[in-house]
């Protein structure tokens, strides 16, 4: 029904950068909110960033001025720019789209749809 993929997690130095990317394919009639999570080992998930469908935006404060998060509309695509790449910014980030899909019978469902995970890890 719907897939979504991620891109771009990577091994980078502290000061770094990665650019991370998630595509949603499938049965989508629209999508609402698009937004990236993360894991980091022994911690419970966190969202990291989120864009609605207005294009309204929310950071973790942590992440806030080095963090950017954008989307493609046309692509169903949702990007996270991380700059200023911190130790702490390390685990398996997911991202998250709240979209509305069709169902078996063609039926509008709406729904969370998670990517794999991608991890990015800062060290030097």
């Known amino acids: 029904q719907v897939q979504l993929v991620e891109s771009g997690g990577g091994l980078v130095q502290p000061g770094g950068s990665l650019r991370l990317s998630c595509a949603a394919s499938g049965s989508i009639f629209s999508i609402n909110a698009m937004g990236w999570y993360r894991q980091a080992p022994g911690k419970q998930r966190e969202l990291v960033a989120a864009?609605?469908?207005?294009?309204?935006?929310n950071y973790l404060d942590s992440v806030k001025g080095r963090f950017a998060i954008s989307r493609d509309m046309a692509k169903n695509t949702v990007y996270l720019q991380m700059n200023s790449l911190k130790p702490e910014d390390t685990a398996v980030y997911y991202c998250?789209?709240?979209?509305?899909?069709?169902?078996?019978?063609?039926?509008?469902?709406?729904?969370?749809?998670w990517g794999q995970g991608t991890q990015v890890t800062v060290s030097s």
């Open positions: 864009v609605t469908s207005g294009g309204r935006t």
């Open positions: 998250n789209v709240n979209l509305v899909y069709a169902g078996s019978w063609g039926e509008r469902r709406r729904g969370d749809y």
